[in-house]
Structure formats: C-alpha cells, structure tokens
C-alpha cells in the first residue's frame, strides 16, 4: 500500500525526516549484494568496501572544511551528539576535574535528555543560558557563563521546532578562546545552512542524514583532532576507536552523497525556500486571528515556518489537517493521550495553553506554491473547527 491516503497528501514535515533522493538510492545499491565486503577485512572485496568508506569521509570532510579523520560516521544524529557529549564530558571530568555543562533550554531531547542523565547520574552541574523571546543564545551570556571547569558547551544551531538559527561561529569563537570544547547539534541546520567548522569554530557536529534526503539509520560526528573525547561504545578499532562496529558501508555511501548533494544546492535553494516560507508566514499572520510567529521572523531555518493559535489544541489540528491531505507537525512532545506542551515553547515564555496550541509547517525540495496556495485556503477553516474542538 502507498504511503498517501489521498491522491492529494501533501507532506510539510520535511524537519521530521526527508525521502531519499533517487541518485542516493542508486549509489547505495551495488554495497548491499554485490560489494557487500567488510572494510575491516584484508581481502579484495574488503578493500572495495573500505575505499568507499573513505571516499564517503573524504567526500564529506571537503564539505565541512576539515581532515577526514575528523569525521565519525555513527548510526544516527542522536548518537552523533550522545557520543560528542558523554565523550567530551567524561574525560574532561577524568583529565582535569571539570564537571560544569553548560546548554540551552532548547536543545532537542537527543541533547537535553543526555546532558540531564549526566547531571543526574555522575554529578555533573547542569546550566542553562538564557534565550530570548525567538529562543536564540546571546553569545556575550555564553562569555560570561564559561568557566575554567566547564566540560563542554553545547548549542543547538538550528531549533527543530522554531527554526531560530543561533549564532554558532560567534560562540564558537568565545569558546575557542576560553578553551573550552564546544558542541553543536547540526542535524537540522545541515539540511539548509552551508556548514564549515573552521568558519564556525566547532569541535563537535552532529549530523543525520535523514533529516538532508539520505537514509535513516546513519549519521556523522565531526570531532575535531585536537578535541577530548573518549568511545562509549567499544568493541574494534574502527572510527579512530570512537565507534566500534563493522560500518554500514551503503549507508555512509549514501549519506555523503546526499550531504554532498544537499550542501552545494542548498544556497541556491534556500532563495525558493524563503519565499514560500514567507507567504506562509505573512498570510497565516494576517488572516488567522489569534495567531503567533514562534521562533525568529529572519533569523530562521528557510524552510520553517511555526505557530501557536490561541484556543486550538495542536493535536487536533494535525488530524484536521492531516484529514484535508496535509502532513504537518506541532511542537507537542506526545503523540496521544494528554499531551504536555513543548519545552522549547515554554523557554521561549509562552503560556502551556497556548503552547498546546502550535504547528509547524516544514517545506522541501518537492513543495510546489500550488501546494501551499491550497494549505493556506484551508487552513482557517480547520483552525475554526479546531477551536469549537476545544470548547467542547
Ligand atoms: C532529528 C533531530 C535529531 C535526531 O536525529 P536522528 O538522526 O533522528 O537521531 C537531533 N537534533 C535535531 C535538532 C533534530 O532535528
């Protein structure tokens, strides 16, 4: 069975996952059955596997402005940050007695759920930096929080749920001076933003390549060289001995591809993606009463645009909207059942009833204006139902 229910589904969730690109398929392919050898073994068929392993980093660190060895392929961008985090943290802990973290109030879980286990399970002192009111970090707050034992900092480049990008090179650049190793969570900013890690002074990225046209299920760490960090897997010595396991050889393959594909395009592309973004933006604000921008007016992914709506609970407005052939998403952490408002809604100072109340509308390649003409005829519609929905 196909995955649309209606002829004239339309999928706005591109910040929740993308389809893999045709080209990426077709490079994937030939390392399932044909090239299917271990890049750890001697032989032939080993070799081919491996060359495509580091022709696959090779490919990707020329993206990113860094040595090959400075990218660690991993299973997903959950654990591209699991492993930047525990990893830093624990062996600053070991080598020079450093136990403070310190983050924002708007990471994703794959972020906050980890620096919170390291706080509560090995004693770790958790703070957070402000964010203002589109949930962006002030570099200048990130100056005056850094300390001499501050393990690792972590910002998240660009915000899932609101789009705000944050001003990563500058923060970089603070941390880089008062020595002291910084994260960031890419996953959603790679899929849009050109990144480079020298520009940005990043030690730690993370990435997934699901969320950029590749496939689920493999991601990339870029650890820079000189960075601390230790496994939290162990097992061979693959991946600089930072994530043993035999590599999942199509994946990584088509994972570079479709970075590479998604980075050279993605300028280009973003002038498509902004203008669409904007209309969404311009007329739901203007025609919707009750309606908010979340996340910055300009400073925000292209593709993103997202809302709360006075008196509608989000929920119910995904299944209206995905009743009338639209896929979207809200900023609720729970699929059903009583659903708790997103914590990100709330760091940036929004009541919980009005955080119920949120969507997101994520563009992709495949968006058409057609598309959104009709999402924005709709649109009011369901937000009027919604409402009487919560009244009852
Ligand atoms: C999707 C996402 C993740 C998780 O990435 P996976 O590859 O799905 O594990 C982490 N951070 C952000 C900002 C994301 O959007």
Redesign the pocket.
């Known amino acids: 069975m196909a995955m649309t229910k209606q002829a004239v589904w339309v999928y706005l969730d591109h910040?929740a996952t993308t389809p893999v690109d045709g080209d990426v398929v077709a490079r994937m392919l030939p390392y399932f059955s044909e090239n299917y050898g271990n890049p750890s073994s001697i032989h032939q068929a080993g070799q081919i596997a491996e060359a495509a392993v580091e022709e696959s980093r090779a490919k990707i660190a020329r993206i990113l402005d860094s040595e090959p060895d400075e990218v660690i392929f991993t299973g997903?961008?959950?654990?591209s940050?699991n492993l930047a985090l525990n990893g830093a943290a624990q062996i600053n802990r070991i080598k020079k007695g450093a136990r403070h973290i310190l983050t924002t109030p708007v990471e994703?879980h794959?972020?906050f759920a980890t620096v919170r286990h390291l706080a509560e399970r090995y004693g770790f002192e958790l703070e957070l930096l402000p964010v203002d009111r589109f949930g962006m970090v002030d570099p200048q707050e990130v100056e005056k929080r850094v300390r001499a034992d501050t393990a690792i900092t972590s910002v998240?480049y660009a915000?899932?749920e609101i789009g705000t990008i944050n001003p990563i090179a500058e923060i970089g650049q603070i941390c880089r001076e008062r020595e002291v190793p910084f994260h960031t969570?890419g996953?959603?900013a790679a899929a849009y933003l050109r990144m480079n890690v020298i520009r940005d002074n990043i030690d730690y990225l993370?990435c997934?390549a699901?969320?950029f046209y590749g496939p689920k299920g493999v991601?990339f760490l870029y650890c820079r060289k000189d960075a601390p960090i230790e496994a939290y897997q162990t097992g061979g010595s693959q991946e600089r001995g930072l994530r043993a396991g035999t590599h999942n050889v199509p994946l990584i393959v088509g994972m570079a591809e479709a970075f590479y594909q998604t980075q050279v395009k993605c300028q280009k592309r973003a002038e498509t993606y902004i203008s669409l973004r904007d209309t969404i933006i311009k007329t739901i604000l203007e025609n919707i009463p009750g309606s908010h921008l979340t996340g910055h007016p300009s400073q925000r992914l292209p593709n993103h645009a997202s809302f709360v709506f006075e008196g509608v609970n989000g929920n119910d407005l995904l299944i209206l909207l995905d009743q009338a052939g639209f896929g979207c998403s809200s900023g609720s952490a729970c699929k059903s059942g009583s659903p708790k408002p997103s914590e990100v809604l709330l760091a940036i100072g929004l009541s919980p009833e009005l955080a119920l109340g949120s969507l997101r509308v994520t563009l992709g390649r495949n968006t058409t204006q057609d598309q959104i003409t009709t999402f924005l005829e709709v649109l009011p519609g369901l937000i009027h139902h919604a409402r009487k929905m919560a009244h009852r």
């Open positions: 910040a997903c961008g959950t654990e940050d994703h794959a972020v998240i915000n899932n969570d996953v959603q993370a997934g699901h969320k991601g």
